[in-house]
């Protein structure tokens, strides 16, 4: 049977290379939806590494301006008493470097063992940090007050910069290596697991934090809030006046974590939902495409069909062809788009799990598959209510 299937196939190799290259367009498109869906679902499905619920953000746009860093310590720690003093503050947190759920910009670069890491996310912050967005620590410690007297600048890496940079040797106590030719005296005393400061579905970066000492509260420009659940628009006008009459000259913007996630999702998700539109309709133009052709050989083949009905086909046979000529060549389609999406894996491209890849083509030719075989049981279900004497008389 799948050698008949074969040679009428190849008797009308031109027109079926046009469904061919047709199905194959559709399986790399659709691949290439599908590897952004699983590696947004992977992404989502990972934790999220710390707690963001309860946490507000104060901008300080303008900040206050310090002669010396004495001056700007001891303001900030007036700042830090007095919103702690209001009931429904539980933490207090000063920030200098980037902040979750934002488009901030802030990175550095370093060479270790010879081998240079770039594009690593810098965050700069103090103590209360912990106690504020509660990440995990997997190794090592958190920042605490007896660092300000060491004689090395004591940082936190991320799991992904550890696995990164030391691979599963020890991290501990390492030095992090020199920066732009010139050598730090930076320590690692801590690894934090991963966190998702950049929403729900963009995948973790390395990450370093630095410890904020003295000389960091003259370039103070954003305050971690932690609040009770209580807390409503009624004090979120409080905390706004109270930290507005601190800071007169500064322009005080208040933002919730949890609209700030939501937003950034928003923006992450805005591309793929255009890409799967604009798929969604060649792929609804390939499957029209594939439905008109299969009609069109029916209304051609009516003879062979009468025929083949006349010598003791039944209906479902003759249906059950149309659809087995559809399945082979959407066969040969994936066997050649598979060819070419396997090489996405192989070479790394784009820097993407080779799971992802791997699922986004199994999910590809089980839909591409279904599509063509949706697109042939109407015409198959025509091509045997043929009736054999009719379709002779009109052949």
Same mark, same amino acid.
């Given at each position: 049977?799948?050698?008949?299937?074969?040679?009428?196939?190849?008797?009308?190799?031109?027109?079926?290379?046009?469904?061919?290259?047709?199905?194959?367009?559709?399986?790399?498109?659709?691949?290439?939806?599908?590897?952004?869906?699983?590696?947004?679902?992977?992404?989502?499905?990972?934790?999220?590494?710390?707690?963001?619920?309860?946490?507000?953000?104060?901008?300080?746009?303008?900040?206050?301006?310090?002669?010396?860093?004495?001056?700007?310590?001891?303001?900030?720690?007036?700042?830090?008493?007095?919103?702690?003093?209001?009931?429904?503050?539980?933490?207090?947190?000063?920030?200098?470097?980037?902040?979750?759920?934002?488009?901030?910009?802030?990175?550095?670069?370093?060479?270790?063992?010879?081998?240079?890491?770039?594009?690593?996310?810098?965050?700069?912050?103090?103590?209360?940090?912990?106690?504020?967005?509660?990440?995990?620590?997997?190794?090592?410690?958190?920042?605490?007050?007896?660092?300000?007297?060491?004689?090395?600048?004591?940082?936190?890496?991320?799991?992904?910069?550890?696995?990164?940079?030391?691979?599963?040797?020890?991290?501990?106590g390492e030095m992090l290596g020199d920066w732009e030719g010139r050598e730090t005296n930076q320590r690692i005393v801590g690894v934090i697991a991963d966190t998702k400061e950049k929403g729900d579905y963009r995948e973790t970066a390395s990450s370093l934090f630095i410890r904020n000492n003295r000389d960091?509260?003259?370039?103070?420009?954003?305050?971690?809030?932690?609040?009770?659940?209580?807390?409503?628009?009624?004090?979120?006008?409080?905390?706004?006046?109270?930290?507005?009459?601190?800071?007169?000259?500064?322009?005080?913007?208040?933002?919730?974590?949890?609209?700030?996630?939501?937003? *950034?999702?928003?923006? #992450? /998700?805005?591309? +793929?939902?255009?890409?799967?539109?604009? !798929?969604? $309709?060649?792929?609804? &133009? @390939?499957?029209?495409?594939?439905?008109?052709?299969?009609?069109?050989?029916?209304?051609?083949?009516?003879?062979?069909?009468?025929?083949?009905?006349?010598?003791?086909?039944?209906?479902?046979?003759?249906?059950?062809?149309?659809?087995?000529?559809? *399945?082979?060549?959407? #066969? /040969?389609?994936? +066997?050649?788009?598979?060819?070419?999406? !396997?090489? $996405?894996?192989?070479? &790394? @491209?784009?820097?993407?799990?080779?799971?992802?890849?791997?699922?986004?083509?199994?999910?590809?030719?089980?839909?591409?598959?279904?599509?063509?075989?949706?697109?042939?049981?109407?015409?198959?279900?025509?091509?045997?209510?043929?009736?054999?004497?009719?379709?002779?008389?009109?052949?």
């Amino acid at each position: 049977m799948f050698k008949h299937l074969f040679k009428l196939i190849w008797n009308k190799k031109k027109q079926n290379a046009l469904l061919i290259t047709e199905m194959l367009v559709s399986f790399m498109v659709t691949f290439a939806v599908f590897s952004m869906i699983v590696k947004f679902y992977f992404n989502y499905k990972t934790p999220m590494g710390f707690e963001y619920k309860n946490v507000w953000l104060i901008n300080i746009n303008n900040p206050p301006h310090f002669d010396n860093t004495d001056s700007a310590a001891t303001y900030y720690k007036n700042v830090r008493n007095v919103l702690t003093a209001m009931p429904q503050v539980v933490q207090i947190s000063f920030g200098t470097g980037l902040v979750p759920f934002s488009n901030s910009i802030a990175t550095t670069g370093f060479t270790h063992k010879g081998k240079k890491f770039d594009d690593i996310r810098l965050y700069g912050i103090d103590d209360n940090y912990k106690n504020t967005f509660s990440p995990k620590l997997i190794e090592g410690r958190w920042f605490n007050k007896q660092d300000e007297a060491g004689s090395y600048a004591p940082v936190i890496i991320n799991e992904s910069f550890r696995k990164k940079a030391f691979g599963t040797g020890k991290v501990i106590g390492e030095m992090l290596g020199d920066w732009e030719g010139r050598e730090t005296n930076q320590r690692i005393v801590g690894v934090i697991a991963d966190t998702k400061e950049k929403g729900d579905y963009r995948e973790t970066a390395s990450s370093l934090f630095i410890r904020n000492n003295r000389d960091s509260y003259k370039d103070i420009r954003r305050i971690f809030v932690k609040v009770t659940p209580d807390a409503d628009a009624g004090f979120e006008g409080r905390l706004f006046k109270t930290t507005s009459n601190m800071m007169k000259q500064s322009s005080i913007e208040i933002k919730h974590f949890v609209q700030m996630r939501d937003d *950034m999702n928003k923006e #992450t /998700l805005t591309p +793929i939902i255009i890409l799967i539109i604009l !798929a969604s $309709f060649l792929i609804i &133009n @390939v499957a029209l495409g594939l439905f008109g052709v299969l009609w069109y050989n029916i209304n051609k083949r009516r003879g062979e069909i009468g025929l083949r009905r006349a010598v003791g086909a039944s209906g479902s046979s003759v249906s059950w062809q149309i659809v087995a000529e559809s *399945m082979v060549l959407a #066969t /040969l389609s994936l +066997i050649a788009g598979t060819f070419f999406a !396997a090489q $996405f894996p192989l070479l &790394n @491209v784009f820097e993407l799990s080779a799971s992802v890849y791997i699922t986004a083509i199994f999910l590809s030719v089980i839909f591409i598959y279904l599509l063509v075989l949706v697109c042939s049981l109407y015409p198959g279900k025509q091509a045997a209510a043929v009736y054999p004497a009719v379709a002779l008389h009109e052949d």
